[in-house]
């Protein structure tokens, strides 16, 4: 087994080169660093990866059969509505188009109605991964073991936007949950498409550097408004930011880069912007009607 | 410190509808749990900040007592936790708390009691579901649930770490990090100690013989 340091990285950079050292795709790596962090074989992370892929899909089909309202009536019934558009005869951009945004609002939904979830990274940004990756298992072919190796693709990104700046809306907004969610997707979408861990990188940065700025102000504190149909819009976010990096677009800001951007961002951003409840969407009139009902 | 394992970023399996203020809420929970070491009868939860604020849309409260329970983070009962205490005779109050500018925004003090013991744990729910442990009855704690903890109640004396040190380089065990905490000279301690294992069974039978632990309990790894 390989020296722990050596199978560890601060920053894209340093992920690219111990990558390209060994010719490994970024899930290998990952894989390599989480079976020496937990001191196990690989083969039993992968399975157990996989396992959290299902737990995603179920939460898609749960989410896709909603028709009732949330507690809080904010949400629920999008998704269903979404897919019967994608069934329609000639839906805007065709029909994977609309179910994989659809997907993104099932998981939200099932969310927002304490359904079973994974959270990627977090519970507010968790349809964006099971919407990409059940989008190309449904239209690419991609099989379980190559959706759980996606998701270490994922995860692989995840360390260098962990370690350089954070997953939370109370800390940096809404661009460090589904900015976040949406630069791991994005690069795990174009690893399994056969994309080089450069290109990955790009698709991270992408997906990223175009969610700056993007605060944390849902409506009466709760995951729902403008969440649910976020999680839809940047699942299809994510597929442009693979989509480019794949036919070589090159992302002149490298993700370490826009991961400092946006620790920035979400430093200077006002309090009352992350998770407070106290600025933008929330403090409308609609929400505040919203609250008094 | 966090290992950015990748079942921390891809994961937590969780109830919605938020880590932080659910998933991280169930861990803070039985964290709790495992540091009073028994059923817990009476809980007094008091809540901070955020937990406060916006606690009720998420199940916050819920949440933290589906620890208390021992349920994990993915339970389907989550939402009915309350009426599972009520149960189980577990009494629950609810009370809002200023825990002060240093804290984090999503905190929580729990004080518990079972028939034998009671224990006071303050934590947070920083985001994505991890937890920071920053107060156990009363010592300054930093525990984050990402390795296994063994916590010691004990005599401060000369000596003390040397022995559990010894005893559990004798079984193995990696130490990854170590704390003290004391309530002046000889006087009362608390030391954590945050390991790579599950410490060893017949290690931990020698550890609660000695004469300068009055308290032992174990909180599992949490996270990840």
């Known amino acids: ?293 | 410190m966090s290992s950015f394992s990748a079942f921390e970023i891809i994961g937590p399996p969780m109830t919605g509808p938020s880590s932080s203020h659910t998933a991280g809420a169930v861990r803070i929970g039985l964290a709790t749990r495992a540091l009073l070491g028994e059923e817990p009868v009476e809980a007094l939860i008091e809540l901070h900040g955020s937990f406060a604020a916006t606690g009720s849309g998420h199940a916050t409260d819920r949440a933290l007592v589906a620890g208390l329970l021992n349920w994990p983070t993915d339970e389907p009962r989550l939402k009915d936790s309350l009426a599972w205490a009520e149960r189980q005779n577990l009494c629950v109050t609810f009370r809002s708390v200023d825990l002060g500018e240093d804290i984090h925004p999503n905190s929580a003090r729990l004080t518990v009691s079972g028939h034998e013991a009671s224990c006071s744990v303050t934590a947070s729910s920083p985001g994505g579901g991890s937890i920071e442990i920053v107060e156990i009855d009363g010592f300054t704690a930093r525990v984050d649930g990402c390795l296994f903890t063994l916590a010691m109640w004990h005599k401060d004396r000369a000596g003390f770490l040397s022995k559990i040190t010894t005893l559990l380089a004798c079984a193995g065990t990696n130490i990854a990090a170590i704390r003290t905490t004391r309530k002046g000279r000889d006087g009362e301690a608390l030391t954590l100690v945050e390991t790579d294992d599950a410490i060893p069974p017949d290690c931990r039978s020698l550890l609660v013989r000695l004469p300068e632990i009055s308290r032992l309990r174990d909180i599992p790894k949490l996270v990840a």
């Open chain 1, 1 to 293: 087994m390989p020296e722990a340091s050596s199978l560890d990285y601060e920053n894209a950079v340093q992920m690219l080169a111990l990558a390209r050292s060994r010719d490994w795709p970024l899930w290998k790596l990952a894989l390599a660093r989480e079976a020496h962090l937990q001191n196990c074989a690989e083969e039993p992370l992968l399975e157990r990866m996989a396992a959290q892929y299902r737990i995603m899909c179920q939460a898609v089909r749960d989410g896709m059969q909603i028709h009732a309202l949330s507690p809080s009536r904010l949400s629920g019934g999008d998704a269903k509505r979404l897919s019967d558009y994608s069934q329609t005869e000639r839906p805007l951009f065709g029909s994977r188009f609309a179910r994989l945004a659809a997907y993104g609002f099932a998981v939200l939904e099932h969310n927002a109605q304490f359904g079973r979830i994974v959270a990627t990274p977090t519970a507010g940004s968790s349809g964006i991964l099971p919407a990409c990756l059940l989008d190309l298992e449904e239209n690419e072919g991609l099989d379980e073991l190559g959706a759980a190796k996606a998701l270490f693709t994922a995860a692989a990104i995840g360390v260098v936007i962990g370690k350089n700046a954070n997953f939370s809306g109370a800390r940096g907004g809404c661009q460090a949950e589904v900015g976040s969610a949406s630069c791991m997707a994005a690069a795990a979408v174009t690893e399994a498409r056969g994309g080089s861990p450069e290109q990955a990188c790009s698709a991270g940065a992408f997906a990223l550097m175009n969610t700056l700025g993007m605060v944390c102000d849902p409506i009466g504190g709760y995951v729902e408004v403008p969440c649910v149909s976020r999680n839809g819009m940047f699942a299809v976010h994510s597929m442009l930011a693979a989509m480019m990096a794949l036919a070589d677009v090159r992302c002149v800001v490298p993700l370490d880069d826009v991961v400092v951007a946006m620790r920035d961002i979400g430093r200077r951003m006002p309090r009352a912007l992350k998770e407070t409840s106290e600025g933008g969407l929330a403090t409308t009139p609609t929400a505040r009607s919203f609250q008094a009902k």
